[in-house]
């Protein structure tokens, strides 16, 4: 699964944890009945018993994803996976230079050859690449429209020349860490922590609850302020409390630091105030609220009152640059592979602020001499030298730091050991399992915030298995379900007013407002609107799907969205680069990328994607292609409520919808949206754009 993908885990240090004693809230929790054994069914009282459940359920979930990614490689022909972005063939590569001390591998086309624009390798992705026996890994640092520059740890094969595979890869050693930090927390045979965050999540976990909110959820009900209680409330009781070591300043303190916000809205400051004191805040933003704004002046405001590190981190490494970026001014540090981060924000990394260190400059220069000059001896002595000098310096930069970001995987690195973190944010929450949002929190926490979304997509989750055992379930989502209710973020800046109209009545019983103007989003040129209104226009057709392996296209569909993009640019006031293509199928991402090339659009430049990856983005125009038309009016996991949320939340100044009204329709959530798409005019058929 993604969340798997992403982790980055050593084993962590559970010395601190105190034998024997009791979970803080087990007794407190609703759920299960008693046994004759006297032990609740369902309810972990035990931290090792909590960390054996995710331990199984993240075995099988990489077994599954090992699964299928052989059966992809080894049962799909290399034509289609060209075609459907999962590799490229026949690439030259040559070593063209080293970043921070790793290689550099250009991998390059042919000619006047170029990689195809339906490629699915982004920045930061791990790339597997082989040659006639011989396999190496790296993470891609940058693409071009013929060219991939690999950052490779470490080379134990000879690149340069013809004849590469380049695949898109997945992460066993971090997989292998994971399993790692958890097989630690059974091996240490404890009952519980001395931390009360981690006891307050371990001891309250139960397997109902977790299937009855992952019911609630996907049902959609909630979206329309049903709001049913799975929880008996006194877990809120426990949350709310501060922390047993600062609670008396915190109370004060977050009064202060809040009343000097005037620059947010009024709910970005009343849950900026409630977190400074709480022990557990759930902050809900939905699309467009400044949910990075948000975590990042509460990070500050942290920062001010505790005088200690703040862990700062979210599930991607996108978002963890956000939160990077919003935290300037402040002694911030970035840890994690400095190639996944964005390149303007690199001089932050733990590995740039390593490589100015003067001692350790002075060593790597040695060891490259010592190299050329094949003194082996010389070589390994430098090595262990600089190993300890590069630990030293990490250790003064981390302990020096106001906030350490990173991805929460990396939280697991052992770069952190030693180190207490009492204060851990976690944005983009639910898009994480619970396993990844547990390895911050075991850094010492004593107040853990918790931002996200779970009207938008849960985690990624590919086994059937683990997700009826319930690891789709964000821990976000979990306590939402047993009482903490979330603090809303109520005012959106990012759509036309009108764009966010319907989304807010379906998906949040009609409490988000905008803080825009139509004047300040205007429509953009190229499009003719059917409505006063503008900004909003569903496109109807009736051309039928194709299947495409396990996915889906529509020829059809991608001729309308071609056409589209080329009027939109034609018009010259968008870009390339402002526009976006999401559709809920890969297999219509190709077809949407080879109709964009048949009009001489370079699809390479321009962001065509999955509405999943596209989850916590945003463009000044968004094309949505839904796909399916059938007589059988089959719409797969395209009736899912918060996909179709994050979908239709995505665009600045204009959305337009192509799709089938009769397909479409079978679902309730979508026939909602059509049956205001009639009443404020904004339908057309495919006639008007073809």
Not at 131 to 136: L, T
Not at 326 to 351: D, F, H, Y
Not at 372 to 389: K, T, W
Not at 542 to 552: D, P, Y
Request: charged residues 25%; aromatic residues 6%; glycine residues 8%.
């Amino acid at each position: 699964m993604a969340a798997l993908c992403a982790f980055q885990i050593s084993p962590v240090n559970l010395s601190g944890i105190r034998r024997g004693s009791s979970v803080v809230c087990a007794r407190r929790a609703r759920g299960g009945t008693r046994g004759r054994s006297g032990k609740r069914e369902g309810l972990y009282q035990r931290i090792g018993e909590y960390a054996e459940h995710f331990l199984k359920l993240c075995k099988l979930e990489f077994e599954a994803e090992q699964r299928a990614t052989w059966e992809l490689r080894e049962r799909t022909s290399s034509e289609k996976l060209c075609r459907d972005g999962e590799m490229v063939p026949s690439m030259r590569a040559v070593e063209c230079g080293e970043f921070f001390s790793e290689t550099i591998v250009l991998f390059s086309l042919n000619g006047k050859e170029k990689i195809p624009g339906s490629l699915r390798f982004s920045q930061g992705d791990l790339l597997d690449f082989s040659r006639a026996g011989e396999e190496a890994y790296g993470t891609l640092l940058e693409r071009t429209s013929r060219t991939l520059k690999v950052v490779v740890e470490s080379l134990n094969v000879e690149v340069s020349g013809d004849g590469w595979r380049v695949d898109r890869g997945s992460n066993a050693i971090n997989y292998e860490r994971l399993c790692a930090a958890l097989e630690g927390i059974i091996a240490s045979g404890q009952s519980s922590s001395p931390d009360e965050v981690i006891n307050l999540i371990s001891g309250t976990f139960n397997k109902d609850l977790v299937s009855a909110t992952r019911k609630l959820l996907r049902s959609g009900s909630i979206a329309n302020g049903d709001r049913r209680t799975i929880g008996d409330g006194r877990l809120e009781e426990q949350a709310k409390q501060p922390p047993v070591s600062s609670t008396k300043l915190l109370k004060q303190r977050a009064a202060e630091v809040s009343a000097k916000l005037s620059s947010l809205t009024q709910s970005q400051r009343n849950a900026i105030r409630s977190a400074l004191s709480r022990r557990v805040t759930l902050i809900q933003g939905p699309p467009g609220t400044g949910k990075t704004m948000t975590a990042c002046a509460l990070i500050r405001g942290y920062v001010q009152i505790r005088k200690t590190p703040v862990l700062a981190t979210a599930a991607s490494n996108t978002a963890t640059d956000n939160l990077l970026e919003g935290l300037e001014g402040l002694k911030v540090v970035r840890i994690g592979r400095a190639a996944c981060v964005r390149e303007s924000l690199r001089w932050l990394t733990l590995e740039a602020r390593i490589a100015k260190s003067r001692s350790v400059a002075g060593l790597r220069a040695k060891l490259r001499n010592a190299e050329r000059g094949n003194n082996s001896r010389s070589v390994r002595q430098l090595r262990a030298i600089l190993f300890q000098e590069e630990k030293q310096a990490a250790k003064k930069i981390l302990s020096g730091s106001d906030v350490i970001v990173s991805t929460c995987g990396s939280c697991g690195s052992e770069l952190l050991d030693g180190l207490r973190i009492p204060t851990v944010v976690i944005d983009e929450a639910t898009q994480a399992a619970e396993p990844t949002t547990l390895l911050p929190v075991l850094r010492g926490c004593e107040q853990l915030v918790l931002i996200g979304d779970h009207h938008q997509l849960p985690p990624t989750v590919i086994s059937d298995e683990t997700t009826a055992q319930g690891l789709d379930v964000s821990l976000f989502s979990r306590l939402w379900g047993m009482g903490i209710e979330p603090h809303l973020l109520n005012t959106q800046y990012r759509m036309h007013p009108f764009l966010i109209k319907l989304p807010s009545e379906m998906f949040y019983d009609g409490k988000l407002l905008s803080g825009v103007t139509a004047e300040q989003r205007p429509a953009p040129k190229g499009i003719q609107w059917h409505s006063r209104a503008g900004a909003l226009m569903f496109v109807e057709t009736e051309s039928l799907e194709q299947a495409e392996g396990t996915s889906f296209a529509n020829s059809r569909e991608a001729a309308v969205v071609a056409k589209l993009v080329k009027e939109l640019l034609n018009a010259g006031e968008l870009s390339a680069e402002q526009i976006g293509v999401i559709t809920p199928y890969s297999g219509q991402v190709r077809a949407i990328c080879e109709s964009l090339e048949g009009y001489g659009i370079d699809a390479g430049k321009m962001d065509v994607s999955s509405v999943d990856g596209f989850q916590g983005r945003e463009k000044e125009f968004i094309i949505l292609s839904a796909v399916r038309c059938n007589k059988e009016r089959r719409l797969g996991f395209t009736n899912d409520w918060r996909r179709l949320n994050v979908a239709l939340t995505r665009a600045r100044r204009g959305l337009v919808v192509v799709g089938s009204e009769d397909t479409l329709s079978a679902d309730k959530t979508w026939a909602r949206w059509l049956r205001s798409v009639h009443d404020h005019e904004c339908w057309v058929s495919e006639k008007t754009i073809l």
